[in-house]
């Protein structure tokens, strides 16, 4: 059996009180948000990419839509099923790392919210290829011309908060806008890899994925808007696109 990786066992020990966090208090106007910035149809399917507890997959599935929720995390998706069957509510759960996740359906809208597994880095990640492979992943998972929107710290923020002196103490990374920080929850004691993103590279791996961003706003939980990243806050959104395939050109004869 291969070794949980540290981000999968930060969350199986974190999961019977992940739902105290406060950020998890505002799911209703969250999904309200959602189903407008993703244009969702009635009966439209949902992939939602890091879906922790399932608070949006089920609160999307109360609303009728078909949901399949992934996560890298037994512990997470355990609390998920549990607050599903009380919400008397049918959506699939997955355990898979985003990164290199197969899924052979194509859906009509993708979430990856309040860094479901987008900005986790493992031990071993590399700070573009991680991001960019679950960037790549969702492209595939996406019918064209349907959208994804993500929430992801905010790179402004955390080199706002960091000093030269963890720099040198190695706790922040500026060539890949990382911190380290030791986690210490019962069973797990871990040096974690947190990555944040500025909007010009967000950009950049979008659309190198093959999705074109729409918005960049702010999008703290709690506080998601269509409105101007503070650069202070917590966390920003990214609203995008999969790019449609290029009718090919009619060639005239004669
Ligand atoms: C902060 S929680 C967010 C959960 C949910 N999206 C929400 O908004 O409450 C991050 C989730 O991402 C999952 N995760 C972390 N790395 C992952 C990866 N590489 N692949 C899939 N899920 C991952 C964790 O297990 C955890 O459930």
Known sequence: MTEKADWEKFFDGHAPVYMDNCFTKNTVNEVDFLVGELRLKPGATILDVGCGTGRHSIELARRGFTVTGV???????????????????????????????????????????????????GREDDALEQPLAILNGVARALKPGARCLFTVLNGYRMARQHSQADVEHNTFDPLTLSEVSDVSIPGVTSAMRERAFVPTELRLLFRTAGLNVLHIWGGTAGDWRRGQINLDEYEI??????????????????
Not at 82 to 89: E, F, G, P, Y
Not at 95 to 117: K, P, R, W
Not at 237 to 246: C, D, N, Q, S, Y
């Open 237 to 254: 959104m990214v609203v995008a696109e999969k790019k449609r395939r290029k009718r090919p050109s009619r060639i005239r004869s004669g």
């Open 71 to 121: 996560d890298l995390s037994s512990g997470m998706l355990a609390e998920a099923r549990k607050s599903a069957k009380k919400a008397r509510v049918s959506v699939t759960w997955m355990q898979a790392n985003a990164a290199s996740m197969q899924i052979d359906q194509q859906f009509d809208a993708v979430i990856c919210l309040c860094e479901g597994a987008f900005g986790l880095l």
